[in-house]
């Protein structure tokens, strides 16, 4: 099925340790985030491809580094985790001539820092 | 800064009832707005879109509204079921949106209907 893939749904870390969530979409949509999403503060951007080749910082950058490796694949590594790193994290892919789809969102990685 | 706000946060209902969701935003020039649902442990999937030239749209029994000029979206849920027990998400474009699409969420309105 098309749409946005994310690996892995779920993973625990200890603080200090790094490691890299992978997003794929198959919909040739142009744009790509990254958003997490924490109880009591909604979702929130942290990065984002406009289009291959190019990232911008969102709302909450710090501590977080990605990769647009090509059109399909956005991915978000954290170098050296933090508690305050425990989330959910979610990638979504859009394309402005789809006015009517707007977002595609995977289904989430749930990560715990301890 | 784009500042999206939904009341109520919670609401809980008996199956059958007509219900109004509300979104309101701070910046009212605004690309579009869409509305989200997302069921427990799930991502987010896409509702309606409302473009800034449009009063409002429809999808079954959903039916969302735009006013920009008062920076407010209803989501209207006409005959609700159990299954529409979820949470409902909206979201505008951040100011100097050069990606066009960036969004701003709200924190949602979780849903309960009681069968």
């Known amino acids: 099925n098309a749409g946005v893939t994310q690996t892995p749904k779920f993973q625990v870390l200890k603080t200090g340790q790094s490691m890299t969530l992978q997003c794929a979409q198959d919909?040739?949509?142009?744009?790509m985030y990254w958003y997490r999403q924490d109880p009591g503060m909604g979702l929130r951007l942290i990065y984002y491809?406009?289009?291959?080749?190019?990232?911008d910082k969102g709302e909450v950058p710090n501590g977080y580094n990605v990769s647009r490796l090509n059109k399909r694949e956005f991915s978000l590594r954290l170098e050296s985790a933090a508690p305050s790193q425990t989330s959910v994290y979610f990638c979504?892919?859009?394309?402005?001539?789809?006015?009517?789809?707007?977002?595609?969102f995977g289904s989430g990685t749930r990560l715990t820092v301890v | 800064k784009q500042e999206v706000t939904q009341i109520p946060a919670a609401l809980s209902v008996p199956e059958g009832e007509n219900l109004v969701l509300n979104c309101s935003f701070t910046?009212?020039?605004?690309?579009?707005l869409q509305w989200f649902r997302q069921d427990p442990g799930k991502g987010l999937t896409s509702l309606l879109l409302?473009?800034?030239?449009?009063r409002e749209q429809t999808s079954g029994r959903l039916n969302a509204s735009l006013d920009k000029s008062s920076g407010r979206s209803t989501l209207y849920i006409a005959a609700s079921q159990p299954g529409d027990s979820a949470t409902y998400l909206c979201a505008a474009p951040r100011e100097n949106n050069n990606a066009g699409n960036m969004l701003t969420f709200g924190g949602g309105t979780r849903l309960m209907v009681k069968p």
């Open positions: 919909m040739n949509h142009n744009s």
């Open positions: 409302i473009q800034s030239s449009q």
């Open positions: 491809s406009a289009s291959e080749g190019t990232t």
């Open positions: 979504a892919s859009s394309e402005l001539r789809e006015s009517l789809l707007g977002y595609t």
């Open positions: 910046d009212s020039a605004i690309y579009n």
